[in-house]
């Protein structure tokens, strides 16, 4: 029967093309669930590749600043500090500079102006302080703090023969680190756990760079929620030494962490030992959280604004304590 030959054609025709039209339909969802997948892995790498902005002080610490330049950090602190820091006891904060008051002025056009302001808000400010050396300091005698903190330090010696640049650096932290320690909180080392970047199936094949991690305390909150400004002492108790500088060359090549973990031997005969510390942490120094904080150089203002101080890369602190 003709007839029914070519009905039967059709339908089959017919039931093709609904079979390729549902295959097309199918690929397209297949390619949209793909694509709102792919939305949502980048959404969620973008949040873990910003944490949360790491304030590394606590409103009960007490904080000496090393090598303060024009001392707009200490201004941050105290005039405009992240939320969780509002009630900082502004007496609580020693701000320092190596250089004479009279040099500091000279140097740092903007510094006399930023002093006034700190000690109006009642925090002390010392000059003719050598970090390597805080034991000239008769303002230090008996004290001690739970937070020294050194923000791009720099021995400014202008050498140009680079692995003596270095070495000079190097030595500069290391004296740092060696004067450092009479002038810390007692108390137990600091008990952390790291908080490490969650992977996806996708993602397996991926470097773990353990220096991204951050570290959290037990008290705190290991959730994917929104990021937050939040404080993130390392403990009450035994006192912390943070260093700050931007995480590309040279400054790289200074290997600040190894030098605190695994010190050479001092030179100088009859010398103690030099201090090893344990390192508790690295995070990003995110200079938009300290409001009107300036970084300035060791010899001053910039000649006709061409001075460079490293290029690319972020600023990262590396914070420590003494080993037992």
């Keep these: 029967m003709p007839g029914h030959g070519k009905k039967a054609s059709l339908k089959a025709t017919l039931q093709s093309q609904q079979s390729r039209l549902k295959a097309k339909q199918k690929a397209v969802h297949a390619a949209q669930v793909a694509e709102q997948r792919g939305k949502h892995r980048k959404s969620q790498s973008s949040s873990k590749s910003h944490p949360p902005p790491t304030v590394p002080f606590s409103p009960t610490d007490t904080i000496l600043l090393i090598g303060e330049g024009n001392f707009s950090f200490a201004r941050a602190l105290l005039v405009d500090p992240p939320a969780v820091l509002e009630h900082l006891p502004p007496a609580a904060v020693t701000a320092t500079s190596y250089d004479s008051e009279e ?23 010392l000059f003719n302080v050598d970090a390597t050396r805080l034991h000239k300091c008769p303002a230090f005698k008996g004290r001690k703090w739970d937070r020294i903190v050194w923000n791009f330090p720099h021995a400014g010696k202008s ?15 290391l004296d740092f680190l060696r004067s450092a320690p009479h002038y810390l909180a007692q108390g137990p080392t600091p008990l952390v756990h790291r908080k490490r ?3 996806s199936s996708d993602d397996d094949d991926d470097d773990d760079d353990d220096d991204d991690d951050e570290m959290v305390m037990d008290n705190m909150s290991d959730s994917d929620a929104e990021p937050s400004i ?11 030494i943070l260093i700050t500088l931007r995480n590309v060359p040279p400054y790289t090549a200074w290997d600040v962490p190894r030098l605190a973990k695994t010190p050479p031997k001092s030179s100088r005969t009859g010398d103690t030992p030099n201090p090893r510390y344990k390192l508790l942490r690295s995070f990003v120094f995110r200079r938009s959280l300290w409001k009107g904080y300036e970084h300035r150089m060791t010899k001053g203002e910039r000649a006709h604004g061409q001075g ?7 600023d990262r602190t590396w914070e420590f304590c003494l080993q037992d």
């Design 197 to 199: 970047r969650r992977k």
């Design 230 to 240: 939040r404080p993130t002492p390392a403990i009450a108790g035994r006192g912390t």
């Design 103 to 125: 040099d500091c002025y000279a140097k740092y056009p903007d510094a006399k102006e930023i002093v006034e302001t700190v000690r109006s808000r009642g925090a002390q400010v």
């Design 308 to 314: 460079t101080t490293g290029v690319g890369g972020e």
């Design 159 to 173: 050498i140009t023969d680079q692995d003596r640049n270095i070495l000079s650096n190097q030595q500069l932290i």
